[in-house]
């Protein structure tokens, strides 16, 4: 079964709809989110997890907050890793929608008692201007409570606010803080039991072959260990890290750039981040011992696109702003952005200087160089020209992880040494190279988009996955088997990345988004790549459109949303008219 709560936070009232969904509906998130677009209601958040998503075992600890974004009108979609899928399974929830406006500057609470799930909307008790930190300070009442929250940009509309889980864990593109703002909802706290999840034998099982396997590959050993993988910036990365402002020239910051530089600001080495996971990834880095150890968090998008793309050099600013973003509740990457324009990154308190950046730019660099209206991640499309065709194509904009990125597949890269990898995802012998987007590539994108997208309805994370990490599909879809009890194979994951990519195509759709958003800035066709093995490549346009016409004719897009008659629209209107069905009486 799955069970599904909607709360009005207008009115505080709530209802609880348990019922059955079937695998081959898809993601509950996605579905829901079409479910209220279609209905022509804007103002909701849904906070959801996949059916592997919060149990015991390697790379399961990733929920989804999903909703409208201020920033391109269109549907954005945020990875929150940490104990929000966890919490979310011991409430026994799938999926929570949260719709509506209260009068005044509300918080919801959300518990067990007496075995019942309780909702509670209360005024807030914290003043809507107080930072993240301090907000999470007011609310916890145990160390298991998951607070979710929002900065005073987020209260007053900003485009690049965030919605902040656990002081550390924030949505890093859309712009889904000025959601809770236009709800005047400035908190959650979601309050579970405090039970231990077990594994069961097969989640012990795969999670311990995972472990034992994290040494052997280079990328999983060093995600493991410190510094982490949030910390990859490396000159020789020219091209591929979007440097400069994507000018694709070595700067200072990525010239400079030293993993081992952040050492001796380490406070936590990720090892209890995700639940069950061993694979560590997200490590705390902080100048400040008062700090909370979460609000160090280094996730991909932050200390590294602060060096790559701000030309920054010193690591105690550069750890300062990761740590200053998540307590003021804004997107790193568009703080960076907003920071460039106004040209004063190395002046003054930081915290002073990023408010004022994003009050003066709140747009950052502008639409001539965002995807969607969304900021676009350090990689750069000239040099990861698979990822740059996910990051236009991608209903949810340009997400760093919407697929594995082109270096891992490069011939002259190491871990190409590995016998095999890639070939089931459509790799060919010696890999493909870095800068090229030639018919070779297409059915690996279309692989290895499916498999991904899969894996986020699922619940899984990308940086435990294949076919560069240890999970496997065929591991997967064991996990899922032992979970649900439903028969479920190893292709059906690249099913379940289908029906998630058209629920969320469709919502854009319906938002007025078109083919015409599907796009990739003139700059990465026009502008060759500075410096370095990359020099001189652009993304050619012939190129990029054969690339986009092949895989929206395999997914069954066309240039309105989805292509009428074909079996995937179909499934979404047959899969819209249950949900329907099942939540009669509760939209609103």
């Not at 929830?93 to 719709?99: E, G, K, P, S, Y």
């Amino acid at each position: 079964m799955t069970r599904v709560l909607v709360a009005s936070v207008a009115t505080g009232g709530s209802d609880v709809r348990d019922f059955a969904w079937p695998l081959r509906n898809g993601p509950i998130h996605a579905a829901l989110a079409h479910h209220y677009v279609a209905a022509g209601l804007g103002d909701f958040v849904i906070i959801a997890r996949g059916p592997l998503a919060g149990y015991p075992v390697v790379g399961t600890q990733v929920a989804t907050i999903t909703a409208v974004s201020p920033q391109g009108g269109g549907i954005a979609e945020a990875a929150i890793e940490g104990s929000l899928a966890s919490t979310l399974l011991k409430l026994g929830l799938d999926a929570l929608v949260l719709h509506g406006k209260a009068q005044t500057v509300s918080g919801l609470r959300i518990s067990i008692d007496d075995e019942e799930l309780v909702t509670r909307l209360e005024l807030s008790v914290v003043d809507p201007a107080l930072g993240v930190w301090a907000t999470d300070g007011a609310l916890r009442h145990t160390k298991n409570d998951v607070v979710m929250t929002t900065g005073e940009l987020g209260m007053t509309g900003h485009p690049a606010a965030a919605i902040v889980v656990n002081n550390g864990f924030p949505t890093a593109q859309g712009g889904l803080g000025a959601v809770l703002g236009a709800m005047n909802l400035k908190y959650l706290v979601l309050t579970a039991p405090p039970r231990e999840l077990r594994p069961t034998p097969t989640q012990a099982r795969i999670t311990a072959d995972y472990a034992a396997a994290i040494d052997g590959n280079p990328l999983t050993a060093s995600e493991r260990d410190y510094p982490g993988f949030a910390l990859w910036p490396a000159p020789e990365l020219v091209g591929y890290a979007g440097s400069q402002r994507f000018t694709g020239r070595v700067g200072p910051g990525l010239a400079g750039f030293s993993g081992q530089d952040f050492m001796p600001y380490a406070q936590d080495d990720g090892a209890s981040t995700c639940p069950g996971c061993p694979q560590a990834c997200l490590k705390s880095f902080g100048l400040d011992p008062s700090t909370p150890v979460d609000g160090g968090r280094a996730h991909q998008l932050a200390i590294s696109a602060f060096a790559s793309q701000g030309d920054e050099t010193d690591p105690r600013r550069m750890i300062d702003f990761n740590a200053t973003c998540h307590d003021l509740g804004v997107e790193h990457l568009a703080a960076e952005e907003s920071l460039a324009e106004l040209g004063q990154a190395d002046e003054g308190d930081l915290r002073t200087v990023i408010l004022a950046a994003l009050r003066r730019y709140p747009q950052g660099s502008g639409e001539s160089m965002r995807i969607k209206g969304m900021a676009i991640p350090p990689f750069d499309p000239r040099g990861n020209q698979g990822l740059g065709v996910g990051f236009a194509l991608n209903p949810t904009g340009p997400r760093y992880d919407v697929l594995e990125h082109d270096i891992d597949f490069d011939s002259d890269h190491p871990w190409m040494e590995r016998e095999g990898i890639g070939r089931e995802f459509g790799i060919p012998q010696g890999g493909l190279k870095l800068g090229t987007l030639g018919q070779n590539r297409h059915k690996s994108l279309e692989l290895l988009w499916l498999a991904w997208s899969g894996l986020d309805a699922l619940g899984v994370c990308e940086y435990a996955a294949p076919p560069t990490r240890e999970l496997t599909l065929q591991g997967v879809a064991e996990l899922v088997r032992d979970v649900t009890g439903e028969d479920f194979s190893d292709t059906d994951i690249y099913d379940q990345g289908l029906i998630r990519l058209a629920f969320l195509r469709q919502c854009n759709a319906l938002l007025g988004l078109d083919a015409s958003k599907d796009a990739l800035p003139a700059h990465f066709h026009d502008s060759p790549i500075g410096e370095g093995r990359l020099a001189g490549v652009t993304v050619d346009r012939t190129e990029f459109e054969a690339a986009a016409d092949y895989l929206c004719t395999v997914f069954g897009w066309d240039a309105t949303g989805l292509t009428a008659g074909h079996e995937v629209r179909l499934r979404v209107d047959k899969v819209n008219e249950e949900l329907a069905s099942q939540l009669e009486g509760i939209i609103r």
